[in-house]
Nanobody, 125 residues
Framework: QVQLVESGGGVVQAGGSLRLSCVGSGRSLSDHVMGWFRQAPGQQREFVAATSWSGDLTDYADSVKGRFAISRDNTKSTVYLQMNSLTPDDTAQYYC??????????????????WGQGTQVTVSS
């Protein structure tokens, strides 16, 4: 079983930056695709970004391309989400995810087996 714990959320002004972190435990995550989803109030949960086992491959939602960057440190079982040029539309609960299947499966389905509890990001205008 995999446990994921997010941190780094908070309140930031529009145009600002935040970096989210997610630490995994329970088993090695170096062979898991890892990523982030978000859910705003009254909205469906949406895919944000994902990275392959090695971190060499990444995938982003169109809404965050060029502003967000996902990275990972397998020695620390940690995945990061650097968020820049934030807007009020980025306000949401952000969830860390992990999945043991191949990168192509995660990239095409955006289905992940393991989810964290979430961390809140609020962007004020």
């Amino acid at each position: 079983q995999v446990q994921l714990v997010e941190s780094g959320g908070g309140v930031v002004q529009a145009g600002g930056s935040l970096r989210l972190s997610c630490v995994g435990s329970g088993r090695s995550l170096s062979d898991h695709v890892m990523g982030w989803f978000r859910q705003a109030p009254g909205q469906q949960r949406e895919f944000v970004a994902a990275t392959s086992w090695s971190g060499d491959l990444t995938d982003y939602a169109d809404s965050v391309k060029g502003r967000f960057a996902i990275s990972r440190d397998n020695t620390k079982s940690t995945v990061y989400l650097q968020m820049n040029s934030l807007t009020p539309d980025d306000t949401a609960q952000y969830y860390c995810v992990a999945d043991p299947r191949a990168w192509i499966v995660a990239k095409t389905t955006h289905v992940f087996d393991y989810w964290g509890q979430g961390t809140q990001v609020t962007v004020s205008s």
